[in-house]
């Protein structure tokens, strides 16, 4: 089992930054890929940011250029470091692990973009 604990939501201005933070633990040497998820009000999960055991990232047209997921494998945290923010980037914002065949979530963290 995996145990993911995300920090570092919270009220900004559109414009603003956020960092986010996903510490791991549990048998964290099963995990292979990480990423960051966020579903609106209304609307589906969608993948924002991924990365894999080995540094490759990819992410979601919509943030390109203005967020940026990095990894401490030391820490076993993952960060989703998000800049120029929008309104809609308002979100619960959810830390994802995958590895062996086993899928883990976190509890949430809400990012509220204000104009």
């Known amino acids: 089992q995996v145990q993911l604990v995300e920090s570092g939501g919270g009220l900004v201005q559109a414009g603003g930054s956020l960092r986010l933070s996903c510490a791991a633990s549990?048998?964290?040497?099963?995990?292979?890929?990480m990423g960051w998820y966020r579903q609106a009000p209304g609307k589906q999960r969608e993948l924002v940011a991924g990365?894999?055991?080995?540094?490759?990232?990819n992410y979601a047209d919509s943030v390109k250029g203005r967020f940026t997921i990095s990894r401490d494998n030391a820490k076993n945290t993952v960060y989703l470091q998000m800049n120029s923010l929008k309104p809609e980037d308002t979100a619960v914002y959810y830390c994802n692990a995958y590895g062996l065949g086993n899928i883990y979530w976190g509890q949430g963290t809400q990012v509220t973009v204000f104009s």
């Open positions: 990365i894999s055991s080995g540094g490759r990232t």
């Open positions: 549990g048998s964290i040497l099963s995990i292979a890929n």
